[in-house]
Nanobody
Framework: QVQLVESGGGLVQPGGSLRLSCAAS????????IGWFRQAPGKEREGVSC????????YYADSVKGRFTISRDNAKNTVYLQMNSLKPEDTAVYYC?????????????????WGQGTQVTVSS
């Protein structure tokens, strides 16, 4: 049974940093593409960053390029999202998701396993 558990969210001031973790169980992480998605109040869920199953290549949404970094530790079966220079518009519930796919893609419609989400609030 595929299970994903996010952690690391919280309240942070603009310009601050947070590191989100996505702990996976029930499957081998290196055979899955993993994505971070977010949903702000009143908005649709959107892709933030994804990491390939095979070669570690990555995708970032334009809004987070240069500020967020996705990484994976297959030995710990965990994927991370380091978020720096946070802005109020980054406020959202952040979800990690997994799909058994060889390569990289970041279309939320193709991901079939989701975590419960973790709240990130950027405010002074």
């Amino acid at each position: 049974q595929v299970q994903l558990v996010e952690s690391g969210g919280g309240l942070v001031q603009p310009g601050g940093s947070l590191r989100l973790s996505c702990a996976a169980s029930g499957f081998t992480l290196d055979r899955y593409v993993i994505g971070w998605f977010r949903q702000a109040p009143g908005k649709e869920r959107e892709g933030v960053s994804c990491i390939a199953s095979n070669d570690g290549s990555t995708y970032y949404a334009d809004s987070v390029k240069g500020r967020f970094t996705i990484s994976r530790d297959n030995a710990k079966n965990t994927v991370y999202l380091q978020m720096n220079s946070l802005k109020p518009e980054d406020t959202a519930v952040y979800y990690c998701a997994a799909e058994p796919f060889y390569g990289l893609r970041c279309n939320l419609l193709t991901y079939d396993s989701w975590g419960q989400g973790t709240q990130v609030t950027v405010s002074s």
